[in-house]
């Protein structure tokens, strides 16, 4: 398996779908504020989101998948300003821990964000992404050659999430301003033959990346595998698009377990994508 680091091409080029406007468009539909933060060196700037706790005008900041450290003296200003009693920042990378610790920031035991995943790199050649997948990826590409992978309409969508998901389903509502703000880079894709419906992925592409974001199997489709077709010919779309990674968004980490991460951290692992992680979640009262 390849190895992308943090400090590699992954930082300088992957655009991550929580710095881009249409995550900022999702989020002002959830009455969340949406802030803009200049990095240390002033050379940049980052979204950052205030959310209402409904106590006295109290709010709590997030600021997440940030490639600069952000600059701790007009952050301070806009926490103040904001009545922010506790902020959260999970960033790509971290420039100066010492920034971090002069500023109160402490790494938190709960990370609200994946902290390790897998990223395929969608330059390779077909043929090596294919290669890099494993041995039972392959054959379950080959064995449901003939699922059908289609777009799928949101109503339908979210009927056949909710029905088969076993954990959390966002809100109808939710799932369309999603879908709206994204204006065409988000798509709703599911497996089927005839009317069995197998598996489904909402997938968002930001510049450069396409991120496997949720994701439902029913009971026909963890007998059938069909989601590995699916995912596969995702990733072949992307791909074709000229986007370059393909991002399979969060997988079980070792420095904060999560034991229910392992059986689909195990699905990831045999798309061939290399390891990256993050520094994890930096958080402190007032």
């Known amino acids: 398996?390849?190895?992308?680091?943090?400090?590699?091409?992954?930082?300088?080029?992957?655009?991550?779908?929580?710095?881009?406007?249409?995550?900022?468009?999702?989020?002002?539909?959830?009455?969340?504020?949406?802030?803009?933060?200049?990095?240390?060196?002033?050379?940049?700037?980052?979204?950052?989101?205030?959310?209402?706790?409904?106590?006295?005008?109290?709010?709590?900041?997030?600021?997440?998948?940030?490639?600069?450290?952000?600059?701790w003296t007009k952050l301070k200003k806009i926490k103040r300003n904001f009545k922010v009693v506790s902020s959260i920042i999970e960033p790509i990378r971290v420039q100066d821990k010492l920034g971090f610790k002069m500023a109160g920031y402490?790494?938190?035991?709960?990370?609200?964000?994946?902290?390790?995943?897998?990223?395929?790199?969608?330059?390779?050649?077909?043929?090596?992404?294919?290669?890099?997948?494993?041995?039972?990826?392959?054959?379950?590409?080959?064995?449901?050659?003939?699922?059908?992978?289609?777009?799928?309409?949101?109503?339908?969508?979210?009927?056949?999430?909710?029905?088969?998901?076993?954990?959390?389903?966002?809100?109808?509502?939710?799932?369309?301003?999603?879908?709206?703000?994204?204006?065409?880079?988000?798509?709703l894709v599911v497996s089927r033959t005839g009317n069995i419906y197998h598996s489904g992925l909402l997938i968002i592409y930001s510049a450069d990346c396409a991120n496997y974001y949720q994701t439902w199997t029913s009971n026909q489709g963890r007998i059938s595998g069909a989601h590995y077709k699916l995912v596969w010919e995702e990733i072949l779309r992307a791909k074709s698009s000229g986007i370059k990674f393909f991002d399979l968004e969060g997988i079980f980490d070792e420095r904060w377990p999560q034991k229910r991460w392992l059986g689909f951290t195990e699905f990831k692992r045999r798309f061939g994508g290399g390891l990256v992680s993050f520094p994890g979640s930096y958080f402190r009262w007032l």
């Open 106 to 187: 402490k790494l938190s035991r709960f990370p609200y964000l994946a902290t390790n995943t897998f990223i395929v790199d969608l330059t390779k050649s077909e043929l090596v992404l294919w290669n890099n997948l494993s041995e039972n990826a392959r054959r379950q590409v080959k064995k449901n050659k003939d699922i059908l992978i289609e777009e799928c309409v949101q109503k339908r969508f979210f009927e056949l999430w909710k029905k088969n998901s076993k954990v959390w389903t966002m809100k109808e509502k939710e799932l369309c301003s999603l879908i709206k703000r994204f204006k065409g880079q988000a798509r």
């Open 1 to 71: 398996m390849d190895s992308l680091k943090v400090t590699g091409k992954i930082e300088k080029i992957m655009e991550d779908i929580r710095q881009t406007e249409g995550w900022a468009g999702y989020l002002r539909d959830k009455e969340w504020k949406v802030v803009s933060v200049p990095s240390e060196d002033k050379k940049h700037k980052m979204n950052a989101f205030i959310i209402p706790l409904g106590l006295f005008g109290m709010t709590m900041m997030k600021l997440q998948r940030s490639r600069y450290d952000p600059n």
